[in-house]
């Protein structure tokens, strides 16, 4: 018997000879390429499976028919998306699959995963402290989960890797909303007074993005980084092992978004530098904000209940007030240094040096 060296042609003509379109049966380029996962410590990831076609991702994409990335076309498949996010560089960031790998590995659950029985009874200041700061993040973190959420449906399956870490960051932002949620309600508080207008200002702020790099610009970069940097520092303000559970495992989280939207400034910052002025402007908009308080995303921001809440928190009572405004000017001076480095490392540090950054962030920290 003579054997077949291309059995995939054969059987294309046997169909075509009978009717039969059986033109899916074309070998591609990942045919016969296997992975052993289990030789892999971190088992099987995205980033390992994809190759040839499957990983070959356009600049701009055409693909609004949902077909996935790497599949083969067909013709006379109807649109099922009206993708506005359809050119990589509106949305890539070089390790979108490791970001979502991380955050599905990393998964928690505010039910089983806080030490909810280490909450006692606190004195009453404390305590609507507490309560007044979870019901702002829960504000928050609803806000912070809608936004980016509109995003996911605009976006072409052809870079599925942003889209599905953008739907794990929804999820992430989901527990974040519950666990304060759970925290204020917990130890016979309750929610507070709503902290201004967080829909008016942070929806109308960063929900009136005109485009994926300006939403995340003044998401990723300025709003959830200052809550990272207020997470971090949640020992200094904890009052029993669940408020410190919570602060930890909120900051892993929270440190993976930020992460998302430096890496992608860095990728559109060095591929297409007609859009730098663009980005700086954004930042310019984002270091107002960070020192005003102006997104009302910031709880350490001046003159807001949050804020008073925060220094009664960190002084340890309200006559002591005074004490915890010391604590809190140092997380705010934390929050713009580490906004600084963000910026550095996304490939806009010359801002810095140029006289381009806000004048405002000397009141916190000498910028070298």
């Not at 077949?4 to 000879?17: C, L, N």
């Not at 649109?79 to 699959?97: C, E, F, P």
Request: glycine content about 10%; overall charge negative.
């Amino acid at each position: 018997m003579v054997a077949i060296e291309d059995p995939f042609q054969t059987y294309k003509e046997y169909g075509k000879e009978r009717g039969y379109d059986l033109r899916w049966l074309e070998r591609r380029d990942v045919w016969g390429r296997q992975m052993d996962s289990a030789q892999k410590k971190g088992g099987l990831l995205l980033q390992d499976v994809d190759a040839g076609v499957a990983a070959d991702v356009p600049d701009e994409s055409k693909n609004l028919t949902g077909r996935t990335r790497g599949s083969v076309a067909r013709d006379g498949v109807p649109r099922v998306g009206n993708y506005t996010v359809r050119t990589k560089a509106d949305i890539w960031l070089r390790n979108g699959s490791e970001l979502y790998e991380e955050a599905v590995a990393r998964q928690w659950s505010s039910a089983t995963d806080i030490p909810w029985h280490t909450i006692k009874p606190l004195p009453d200041e404390i305590e609507r402290a507490e309560c007044q700061l979870a019901t702002f993040i829960t504000e928050v973190e609803f806000v912070a989960g809608d936004v980016p959420g509109k995003w996911i449906s605009q976006t072409t399956p052809d870079y599925y890797e942003p889209r599905m870490y953008l739907i794990s960051q929804v999820m992430d932002e989901a527990r974040h909303l519950d666990v304060f949620r759970k925290r204020a309600l917990a130890n016979g508080g309750g929610l507070m007074r709503r902290t201004g207008n967080i829909q008016g200002v942070v929806g109308g702020n960063i929900d009136s993005s005109r485009d994926f790099t300006e939403m995340s610009a003044r998401l990723h970069i300025s709003g959830e980084g200052s809550v990272l940097t207020l997470f971090r520092m949640g020992e200094l303000m904890a009052y029993n092992d669940a408020e410190k559970h919570i602060y930890r495992l909120c900051a892993q989280d929270e440190s993976r978004h930020v992460a998302f939207g430096v890496m992608h400034l860095q990728y559109l910052g060095a591929i297409d530098t007609d859009r730098r002025e663009e980005i700086q402007s954004y930042l310019d908009e984002a270091e107002r904000a960070l020192v005003t308080g102006a997104s009302g995303q910031n709880p350490a921001a001046r003159g807001t209940a949050s804020n008073a809440a925060l220094a009664i928190l960190l002084g340890g009572a309200k006559d002591k007030i005074d004490e915890g405004y010391k604590q809190l000017l140092a997380i705010r001076q934390r929050q713009v240094k580490e906004y600084i480095q963000r910026v550095r490392v996304a490939g806009f540090g010359e801002r810095f040096e140029n006289g381009r950054a806000s004048s405002m962030l000397d009141a916190y920290v000498k910028v070298n």
